[in-house]
């Protein structure tokens, strides 16, 4: 639904050659604060964690991460702060939008708290309006990502330069204004779904363990 009223509003009978006033073309690298994740030593086993360890660990995303929906809810492993300290790993906020750029490109995700990525995922921090992220993730997930990155049978990549270099259509501000108001509740909606699913998992779990244990 809210791709539908994307497409509807900035995509569908709009001209790149004559917008409505207000509205501009931009590159992504002019709007957003664009970082990349990093890794640390693999060998050196003391920087990572699991997600039951949360305590001082920020979360560490990963594609595979990015498989579970549209928000990041948990990872499958942290880092220690002493390891975003030593290695300059860049911090990601809540509310900001990641994107995957090589091996498997063009998921694209949403943060809920502090987080972290490896160097596989791009974030976008915005700069200034506070009701873009909604319409960030409705246009990255609308890119064609196959026709500006690279393939082979091996892999498959687009690089931070094509990420910073792809053009937007930028709305006004009231317009921007407008269009969270109208997909804020369906993001929203969403996300309480994922996390109801979350624990309708965790409590199958712990059903079938206890049913497991009356059959013995």
Not at 175 to 189: G, L, T
Request: aromatic letters at 8%.
């Amino acid at each position: 639904t809210a791709q539908a009223i994307y497409h509807k509003t900035f995509v569908d009978n709009i001209d790149k050659q004559n917008l409505p006033q207000g509205w501009h073309l931009a590159t992504l690298g002019e709007i957003f604060d664009i970082t990349i994740g990093r890794t640390p030593p693999r060998a050196e086993e003391k920087w990572f964690c699991g997600e039951a360890e949360k305590e001082n660990n920020l979360p560490w995303v990963s594609i595979a991460d990015m498989n579970n929906g549209m928000y990041i809810l948990n990872t499958r492993e942290r880092l220690t702060k002493e390891a975003v300290d030593r290695f300059k790993i860049p911090v990601v906020p809540p509310f900001s939008v990641l994107l995957s750029f090589k091996m498997t490109v063009g998921r694209v995700c949403i943060t809920t708290e502090t987080t972290l990525s490896n160097e596989a995922i791009a974030h976008f921090v915005f700069k200034d309006n506070q009701h873009i992220c909604e319409f960030l993730y409705l246009c990255l997930k609308d890119v064609d990502y196959k026709a500006i990155g690279s393939t082979s049978s091996i892999t498959e990549a687009i690089n931070t330069n094509m990420i910073k270099q792809m053009q937007i259509i930028m709305p006004s501000d009231g317009e921007m204004r407008c269009f969270h108001e109208k997909v804020y509740h369906i993001f929203h909606a969403i996300k309480l779904k994922q996390q109801e699913n979350i624990k309708l998992t965790e409590l199958q779990s712990l059903l079938l363990a206890k049913m497991g244990k009356k059959k013995i």
